[in-house]
């Protein structure tokens, strides 16, 4: 059961006499008296949560922010006992507008009285609550209602955080952020202040619910530097993971950078942490910033030879090396799954082709993958064909380019897939505060489509973190948290007590919008290449306005499909697709013919105009989704994945 944090009466009554003493007599009448706030609570539609992060704003430019309980205690002078027009808006949530388009309410406040407004979220994952900085719980505190923390108001006089890391390590959650903001004086801690965190397993809360963050604190209470590193400027870790020695005992490693302005990297390393000191060892420092090195979150995964290696996820697995602690230690050990040259960057335009003329993607030592911008670069100046990128994310309903930026990828059980939650750059709400969700049937790829779970308007939310250890109902409910500021949105307007802090999401997987065309197998459409391209993208889930498909296998060991009704009544659908007949298709989609060969020998399905020795049928089958990457995938040996190194299917 989740814990609470109850304010005793005395505390009840000191807080609220705090937060009214310097206005007591205006609102009072003169006659000392101190009347209760007036509480206004906005609710999800959808889940009847309170909803954090929410804007309530007066006629006269009053601004009021929900906390995480999505409460407001309202104690203004002079506008107690009036009606009040409250604006209400908030990033994906939205309030009705009424015939003039004004989105807000206007409520009789009282003292003590209370009011309820509705909203409906368009994001399709919700917002929980905020993991840190000061007053969380703000609202809910001068109200005297409960917090499900430990530290609602202040904890280790933390303001503000940046970027989180987070990995389960010897029995407890560790977390390190970047720079952090403190009570006492605008700069904080600039070298990784950390703090631990018990599993929902073992007595931790819920994380619907929150984190009760232990913080590692110095003498003056103030969170600590745990990786205080020789050198000028702020110390940055990436990479964060955890590995067993010989002995089974976990060690926890991760990649630093010494960063001078304008946020460049003069010095690079490994580090460990050292559990007497509370704080991080280094290990090596590298020779400048290597072209492959520990970078954003990391997953790990044992490969069919018995291989296992640490991903470094950005958002993407795309870079690795061995996961021993010697191998980490050494740049040459880290490789990328990269089209360029061994021994090149992108710099160097200097793509690896074969005989054939072929582009050729494999692992390659010091050698770094292409990024959607580089790709994007390569295409522009004549050097790669569009179809030869390997990353082609695109929004399955508009065909609209999706550029990733920072995220993280992990397996999924429920989803059978590898799936990723990051953010986009160039967003089209805001610079760098849309985030989406793709999935993949390898770590590689391919990554192809992805839908926006979340948006903001002209505010930033980067880096974000799904942690797989928070994954509930099988992996069908995943938990991610990203940092909300208004850096780099052109947006001059702070959001107070949230801008530069963390922010919790969750969102299920099981959610209709979040069917996406994923890859059907060469199998299941009787396709003559057996190769790792897929043959066609469909839907492997029914969805709105779909037809199921069917493939059965005929007399000759080929398979044949059949559209809508099933062949026998225990026949599951190879895939779902959209009807051939629909007036108005996606751009995304384009039509599915069967092939025949003339002597009736054999059958194939395909989106091709034309297939050699075989005739196309007059009309098509039905509508599929055209593949945007068109890169034949690798086989990965889908068999053991994560640390629990478990059995991996990868079929719709």
């Known amino acids: 059961m989740m814990s609470r944090w109850r304010m005793k009466p005395g505390l009840r009554a000191i807080v609220a006499t705090i937060g009214v003493s310097l206005v ?67 990033h994906g949530y939205e309030f009705p507008a009424d015939g003039f388009g004004y989105r807000g309410k206007a409520l009789q406040v009282e003292p003590g009285g209370s009011a309820r407004l509705v909203v409906r979220r368009l994001n399709i994952a919700e917002r929980l609550y905020r993991v840190t900085g000061g007053g969380i719980y703000r609202d809910t505190a001068l109200l005297g209602r409960e917090a499900p923390i430990r530290e609602p108001l202040l904890n280790a006089r933390v303001l503000g955080q940046d970027s989180v890391l987070a990995e389960p390590y010897r029995g407890t959650i560790r977390w390190f952020w970047g720079d952090t903001n403190k009570v006492s004086y605008p700069l904080g801690n600039f070298h990784v202040p950390g703090a631990t965190s018990l599993l929902p397993s073992d007595g931790g809360l819920d994380p619907e619910a929150g984190v009760d963050l232990t913080y590692f604190v110095g003498d003056d209470g103030f969170a600590k530097p745990t990786a205080k590193l020789p050198g000028e400027g702020p110390t940055w870790l990436g990479g964060l993971t955890v590995l067993r020695d010989a002995g089974g005992r976990e060690r926890m490693f991760a990649g630093y950078a010494k960063i001078k302005p304008p946020l460049e990297t003069y010095e690079s390393g490994l580090v460990e942490w050292d559990d007497d000191a509370e704080a991080f060892r280094k290990v090596t420092q590298f020779e400048g910033l290597p072209p492959v090195h520990p970078t954003g979150h990391t997953l790990q995964r044992t490969e069919p030879d018995g291989t296992r290696h640490v991903y470094f996820t950005t958002p993407f697995p795309l870079t690795r090396a061995p996961a021993d602690s010697e191998a980490l230690a050494d740049p040459g050990r880290y490789e990328g799954f990269t089209c360029l040259e061994a021994g090149t960057t992108f710099e160097d335009r200097r793509l690896d082709r074969g005989p054939d003329g072929r582009l050729r993607y494999a692992w390659k030592a010091r050698t770094p993958p292409l990024d959607q911008a580089q790709q994007a670069e390569l295409i522009k100046a004549g050097l790669m064909r569009p179809d030869e990128a390997l990353l082609g994310l695109r929004d399955p309903d508009t065909g609209r380019e999706v550029r990733a930026h920072g995220g993280t990828t992990y397996w999924n059980e429920y989803r059978k897939r590898w799936v990723a939650v990051f953010v986009e750059v160039m967003g089209e709400g805001s610079l760098l505060g849309e985030l989406w969700y793709a999935e993949a049937d390898t770590p590689l790829g391919p990554w192809a489509y992805a839908r926006k779970v979340v948006t903001h308007d002209d505010y930033s939310f980067y880096n974000p973190k799904h942690h797989p250890f928070f994954d509930e109902d099988g992996g069908r409910v995943v938990f991610f948290e990203g940092t909300y500021t208004h850096s780099f949105s052109g947006n001059p307007v702070q959001t107070p007590r949230f801008d530069y802090n963390q922010v919790m999401y969750r969102l299920d997987l099981a959610d209709h919008r979040l069917n996406l065309p994923v890859p059907v197998d060469h199998e299941s459409v009787g396709a003559r290449d057996g190769g790792h391209a897929p043959a066609l993208f469909a839907l492997g889930r029914p969805g709105d306005g779909t037809v199921p498909v069917y493939s059965v296998e005929d007399d000759q060991g080929g398979h044949s499909l059949v559209v809508g009704d099933p062949p026998t009544p225990d026949a599951i659908p190879a895939f779902h697709a959209l009807p051939a007949d629909l007036a108005t298709p996606p751009p995304t989609t384009t039509p599915l013919y069967e092939f025949t060969r003339p002597d009736g020998a054999g059958r194939l399905y395909a989106t091709s105009d034309a297939i050699e020795g075989y005739r196309r049928s007059e009309l098509p089958l039905c509508l599929v989704w055209v593949d945007p990457v068109g890169v034949p995938i690798p086989d990965t040996g889908e068999t053991l994945v994560d640390r629990g190194d478990k059995p991996q299917e990868a079929r719709p």
């Open 24 to 90: 007591g007599e205006a609102i009072g009448g003169g006659q000392g008296g101190v009347p209760e706030p007036f509480a206004i609570e906005v609710v999800d539609a959808e889940t009847g949560r309170g909803v954090p992060l929410v804007e309530l704003e007066t006629v006269n430019n009053q601004r009021f922010v929900t906390d995480s309980n999505g409460l407001v205690a309202f104690l203004e002078p002079g506008l107690m006992g009036q009606s009040v027009y409250f604006h209400v808006r908030s």
